[in-house]
């Protein structure tokens, strides 16, 4: 081939950028990279930090515990919907743009949460920035794996799985601190500088590449209010089915029905009717990218499960303070950190089969292990079952981010990366309605169990009530007018044991989660990094 027709194909817009190993930069990666990871840890963050501050809030706002928790939820639905809608939004305003209006209006939502008067303010400030925050971590993705060419493909899942990860292990414990030391507003407050010095270097160091679309010809009004209320509609089930009963209230039923009708519609609209989809459904016959998706709704489950579980249970049962038991999760937290970027090296070495059945298989025997806990476990029992989960979690998670895109052109990246972080972030809130109800109702089943075996026939019975009762006479407290104290006393112990049990059902019940995904794991790629005839074919 003569040099000029070389000249020529090489700028033939047939070929997609992301076959051509020079458009990928080599100045400068780091510092994008940890620009949007800034953006993907703060949006992550906001979803738990919350969760600290709730008691306080009740106090200055006046609500009961059911009513404040919709500090949580409007934030949840208004960044579920955004994340949804990235790519489209991405076409409409360019990368770029978007995400530095998603930080700036994530930056006056919290200062503007902070200053709240009313619960009324409060909720939609909530509701701004979660619309500021939902964006930001599917363009993070794009960014990250747009940024880095393809043998550095699995560092940058690293670095963008970091903020993930980091988020929901140090917002409990910073949050409680700033909390008890300068009140409730600080953990809106504490975004701001965040939210500034992200903005600056995506300003500086982010640029949008050439081939992403730009404008739509026609603004899918169907899918999006399609969208807007099956999640809505979804969302507010999960976060409340528990605490009414789930189908035994009316409008559980009403909001399941909703949102299944909705959501069905909403996927029959975008493939059939609609010009531009707000949610490109096409993308899922990528069959890496759904394998990744299937695969990320079992390991989401596991981490944001456990995430919920943990400082329950050491609060409830090992009486931990909301600080200590924060720090409970920080090994599983700093194993990652440090899991990841050698994982992100190894990608290009080991085949991903290979890492993410090894992740998959460590994460399932810490979980059975975490299912024999008893109310005697100590803060260092947790240990090293935590590294555990952090070294399993590390192996698996970049992993599966890196080959789940590793066939999506780079102009659908946002979109992909949109449905990978949605189908993650919609199974830790099924982990969360799922495992609640799962403890209250296995405690009750436990507990009537326990309860069966009480009776003055059963000697062991009357030897922890004969030592009960000898215990509160030595300490002045059993007498004839009391002399059923070490009943209560009894009652007390069914009630906390029968808990444990409840809490270690939870655990058990993901093990056979993982094991029945691992053999999705053949139809992933063998190899990591695409070669570039492969990437070619792929994107002409």
């Known amino acids: 081939m003569h040099r000029d027709e070389m000249a020529t194909e090489a700028a033939t817009p047939r070929i997609a950028p992301s076959s051509v190993a020079g458009e990928y930069r080599t100045s400068g990666k780091w510092l994008v990279a940890g620009s949007v990871m800034i953006g993907t840890f703060l949006s992550v963050m906001d979803a738990t930090v919350v969760n600290v501050a709730m008691p306080h809030m009740m106090g200055s706002f006046g609500q009961d515990l059911l009513t404040i928790t919709w500090v949580s939820t409007a934030y949840s639905i208004a960044e579920i919907i955004m994340i949804t809608m990235a790519a489209w939004w991405t076409m409409l305003l360019g990368r770029k743009q978007l995400f530095l209006l998603s930080m700036l209006l994530f930056i006056v939502g919290s200062v503007l949460a902070g200053t709240s008067k009313t619960f009324g303010q409060l909720i939609f400030y909530r509701v701004l920035q979660g619309i ?6 599917p363009c993070s993705q794009a960014i990250a794996r747009e940024t880095f060419p393809p043998a550095e493909q699995g560092m940058a899942m690293a670095i963008y799985s970091m903020g993930v990860v980091i988020a929901p292990a140090v917002g409990p414990v910073v949050g409680g601190w700033l909390v008890d030391n300068y009140g409730w507003q600080w953990v809106f407050y504490i975004n701001v500088p965040v939210c500034i010095l992200g903005m600056a270097m995506v300003s500086a160091f982010v640029h949008d590449p050439p081939y992403l679309k730009r404008g739509v010809a026609a603004i899918d009004w169907g899918g999006i209010v399609l969208l807007t209320i099956g999640l809505t509609a979804a969302q507010i089930v999960l976060e409340r089915g528990e605490e009414v009963d789930w189908f035994a209230n009316n409008w559980i039923v009403f909001g399941t029905a909703t949102s299944a009708i909705a959501l069905a519609a909403l996927v029959l609209w975008e493939l059939f009717r609609a010009q531009e989809p707000v949610v490109d459904f096409r993308l899922f016959k990528n069959v ?5 998706c299937g695969l990320g ?19 409830d049962l090992l009486n931990y303070p909301a600080y200590q038991a924060g720090l409970v999760l920080m090994p599983r937290a700093l194993t990652m950190l440090i899991a ?3 994982v992100g090296r190894l990608y290009n070495l080991v085949s991903p089969r290979a890492l993410i059945g090894a992740g998959v298989l460590i994460l399932a025997y810490a979980y059975w292990r975490l299912g024999h806990f008893t109310l005697y476990v100590g803060f260092w029992s947790f240990f090293p079952i935590l590294v555990m989960t952090g070294i399993g979690m590390g192996a698996s998670m970049v992993t599966l981010s890196t080959v ?8 659908a990246m946002t979109a992909a990366s949109g449905l990978y972080t949605l189908t993650r972030r919609e199974s830790g ?7 609640a109800t799962l403890v209250a109702r296995r405690t009750q089943f436990h507990r009537s169990d326990l309860v069966d075996s009480i009776a003055a026939t059963n000697p062991i019975f009357r030897g922890a009530d004969s030592e009960f009762r000898s215990r509160l006479m030595q300490a002045g407290l059993y007498s004839a007018p009391r002399q059923r104290r070490d009943l209560a006393v009894v009652n ?3 009630n906390r044991q029968s808990t444990m049990m409840a809490y270690n059902d939870c655990f058990w019940l993901v093990v056979p989660m993982f094991l029945i995904a691992l053999p999705l794991l053949l139809l992933l790629p063998k190899e990591g990094v695409p070669s570039e005839g492969a990437e070619h074919a792929e994107l002409e």
Do not use: E
């Open 297 to 315: 709704v079992v390991i989401g489950f596991a981490l944001f499960g456990s995430s919920f579980l943990l400082p329950q249970f050491t609060q």
């Open 492 to 494: 007390a112990v069914i």
């Open 132 to 137: 500021g925050g939902g964006s930001l971590m």
């Open 340 to 342: 990841m970027p050698v």
């Open 404 to 411: 789940s895109l590793s066939a999506i052109p780079r102009h």
């Open 429 to 435: 809130n099924v982990a969360y309605a799922a495992l």
């Open 288 to 292: 890496p990218l759904s394998v990744g």
